[in-house]
């Protein structure tokens, strides 16, 4: 029987819409699209999941590739991204039931030790992340999914037992990571009322 259920953030309970977050600061197409593919560039954002550069880090490589007329507007965009963060239809209700049903909340996510100390500066974050048990966030600890050793970290830290516990990530390859430590796992592909009839059948 599931008793525990561990989410991811990003695309599970909300949208991390990166075309949003840019062009809230950047109106002129070109310029956001350019800024976009440098503000989100994957090699900075694994960085910071994996706690080994800073913000600060970030923001001047994103300087030191986009036209200096871009530079505030590029770096407001990242600086703000955290309070542009739509909640997914539907995935707040399921995890306010599945805690007034019984279950215990956790949240695992990749993302970086700035976020870890930001969000509760983010009020409907502070909200949300109050109805959960734990969290963990990859950043402060300098390991990422779907490496086992996160997994038998949040195991360890909450007493989960892993066959009582459900790991729910919009990343296949985060899914098998869990599931190769004994986790039952859940591909989330959008669909908030999929999931729930899923928990609650």
């Known amino acids: 029987m599931i008793k525990n259920y561990i989410f991811d953030f990003g695309w599970v309970l909300v949208r991390f819409d990166m075309d949003y977050m840019t062009r809230k600061y950047i109106k002129d197409e070109n310029d956001c699209q350019m ?3 440098v503000i989100f560039d994957r090699v900075y954002w ?3 999941d994996d706690g080994t550069i800073s913000d600060q880090e970030v923001k001047e490589k994103i300087k030191s590739r986009l036209p200096k007329r871009l530079w505030e507007d590029a770096c407001k965009a990242y600086d703000n991204w955290i309070y542009n963060l739509p909640f997914i239809d539907g ?6 039931d599945i805690k007034e049903n019984g ?11 700035e976020f870890a100390q930001r969000y509760k500066d983010v009020p409907a974050l502070k909200e949300l992340f109050s109805l959960f048990d734990g969290l963990v966030f ?11 050793e996160i997994f038998e970290h949040i195991l360890s830290k909450y007493s989960l037992e892993r066959q009582e516990t459900m790991f729910i990530d919009d990343s296949e390859k985060n899914i098998n990571g869990a599931e190769a430590v004994g ?7 959008g669909n908030a009322q999929k999931l729930r009839e899923y928990i609650f059948k």
């Open 91 to 96: 995935m707040v209700d399921l995890v306010k």
């Open 138 to 148: 990859s950043g402060p600890l300098g390991i990422v999914k779907p490496s086992k």
């Open 35 to 37: 800024a976009q593919k």
């Open 103 to 113: 279950g215990k909340l956790f949240i695992l996510s990749n993302i970086s030790k």
């Open 46 to 48: 694994d960085a910071l």
């Open 183 to 189: 986790i039952k796992g859940y591909h989330f592909d």
